[in-house]
């Protein structure tokens, strides 16, 4: 009963959104915006201009409104938009380089010891160091869902340039996993 409650009121919010209704409105940028903003700030690393493109993307989702067919997610149609207009602000500033040099991965880092030492917080602060296209596409695939031909349609890149973003990124990232992973055995043995 409380999720056709929440349903309904959401329902509401968003036709009230679609006669323009600023108190609508305002619930709606109230309820969102914070999530926006992470999303957005995945994919710009400066905050003021990642809440600059956030709030941008909430105008358009108030002028876009009316196409919202409420068959999906609500949620998940306006962090498309986000997500939309988070790369249209990389392109516009070509922030997104889709080549960088990277050294190999010599080893594998040790995941069970990893989970322990790397908080969720530190995984995001590692995915932020990404090269701009690296970053972009893992987000994209891993943590938006999207599969390698979206991928490939919304940054006007090949599947396969996608494919290898997304594989460059990964090891970019067991690489610094692994020296985070020694740094930790480092002092545990100084103990």
């Not at 329902?11 to 999530?35: P, W």
């Not at 349609?153 to 020694?182: F, W, Y």
Request: proline letters at 1%; hydrophobic letters at 40%.
């Amino acid at each position: 009963m409380l999720r056709l409650n929440t349903s309904v009121k959401e329902h509401q919010l968003i036709r009230d959104c679609k006669h323009k209704k600023s108190k609508a409105q305002k619930a709606v940028y109230d309820k969102y915006a914070s999530l926006m903003l992470v999303v957005c700030a995945r994919y710009i690393n400066d905050r003021m201009e990642a809440e600059h493109v956030m709030v941008g993307g909430m105008v358009k989702v108030f002028e876009k409104i009316g196409q919202f067919q409420e068959q999906g997610s609500f949620e998940g149609w306006i962090r498309r938009i986000m997500v939309n207009e988070s790369l249209m602000y990389l392109r516009k500033n070509k922030n997104m380089s889709l080549e960088s040099d990277f050294e190999e991965v010599i080893e594998e880092p040790n995941y069970d010891e990893l989970t322990q030492a790397v908080a969720a917080d530190e995984l995001l602060r590692l995915i932020e160091e990404l090269p701009v296209g690296y970053r972009t596409v893992f987000n994209l695939y891993a943590i938006e869902g999207y599969k390698h031909e979206e991928v490939g349609k919304l940054l006007g890149i090949s599947t396969g340039t996608s494919k290898s973003q997304l594989n460059r990124a990964r090891k970019l990232l067991q690489k610094q996993l692994v020296q985070i992973e020694n740094e930790v055995s480092l002092l545990r043995g100084a103990n």
